[in-house]
């Protein structure tokens, strides 16, 4: 957790954001507790928490008695320190933005028209970030904004938020955070949707008393997410995570990438419906989560080939996953994402093949499937500008 590079001032926004994400997951906490999980020396949390509290990020929530002397005070994030996360919705054509507070709270949601395609995408966003973060838009609404987190899907480089999505090719190479800031009185992060979400989850999610975990989520792709003591880990050339194309069948189903029996092609909300398609199970190939949800009530209404449609899935999936866990033995894995909405019929097949080659980490891995609302991947997105030495991709400048 220890800041790297910057100026003096960058280095100073770290140090506190350090301590507002520690105190965010362990409070109320005493100064004391705080110097022993930190490391540092007494009189540096004392200072910094002194700055925190004057600058009313931090507040007092409660007293403890400590015997004899003065009462310890128990430090807690105020509740109006938030950020705005957003998320581009491409087919949807709009913006969709919450600001969240450290207690992962959504204060306020909207939604913004946008067009991803437009060939003055980026100036249409670096609008939106300026309207949202603009003194008349947050007037007369609670709050103390820090930061704007922007989520988006594909490797994004983690020095300046260089985006590489295929799906935002107009956001595509260019060093978006920064262009972004620009447009903002608070910094702005950019980081990959999935690696968000795994922020969210360590910050005010079920991975609060993680160190090192794995997020999966499963909808329209599979994507994965490694945090290991407390680090997220975006590998070289921040590709890390990127699971949805490894292959699972040599002579498998076609996948969409070109190749042939990638995960992709049994996992994806797209593959489900076309395997159930091809069985005869319905009528035509959908795409859309509604669709999905009709299978999966076929099988939740004794529809045996709709059901082995999920066992597929649910297997594909823990054949990927039981050698990554072998390999980092994580303390849990974390599903995710709109498709865990049908874990019930999904959760049989993974749990049978990620525990079927007997590797010792994978056999005894904690399986957590997190609970989806669709507020969540803006939560991931605010969790970035909650979060800044974890996810270590701040503006440097
Ligand atoms: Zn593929």
New binding site residues.
Partial sequence: MSPTGGSLADLRRRNLATLLSVIARRGPISRAELTQQLGLGSATVTGLTRELLRESLLAVAETSPDGPGRPREMLTVAREVCAWGLTVRTQAGLVAAARVNYQGEVLESREIPFDAGSAKAIDELARIVEDLTSPAALAGHPGRLIGVGVAVGGPVRTADGRVTSPTLPRLANKPLAHLLSAHSPVPVTVENDVNALALAQYLYGPARELRSFLTVTIGHGVGMAVVLREQLYHGLGDAAGEI??V?VDPDGRP?????TG????YTSTHAMLSAAAESGVLTRTGSDDSDLDQLASLARDGDRRAASVFAAAGRRLGQVLSPVAAALAPEALIVSGEGVRHWDLLGDGFEQSLRAARLSAAVTLPVVVGEWDHLAWLRGAAACALHLPMSDNAPTS
Avoid: F, P
């Fill in positions: 949805d194309h292959q996948c969409s990438c070109g190749s990638c995960l992709h092609a």
